[in-house]
């Protein structure tokens, strides 16, 4: 199962807020929405969550054997 879970983690060492996703980056709630649920999302959508965050994919996602 791939999670989410170091994307909150990553976003509140970078001082990047929900809001500022929303309002500044363009992301949309739905997607946002997805992340916290561990849903799948594109592999664009991690693209542009790296640039937004200057880090690497490890820092936003993981695979855990469920």
């Not at 997805?34 to 937004?52: A, G, M, P, W, Y």
């Amino acid at each position: 199962m791939i999670t989410y879970d170091k994307l909150w983690q990553t976003m509140k060492e970078k001082n990047v807020t929900q809001y500022a996703l929303i309002k500044k980056h363009g992301i949309s709630p739905s997607q946002i929405t997805r992340l916290k649920r561990n849903e799948s999302v594109s592999t664009h959508t991690i693209d542009t969550f790296c640039q937004i965050l200057d880090c690497n994919v490890e820092d936003i996602m993981e695979y855990k054997k469920g």
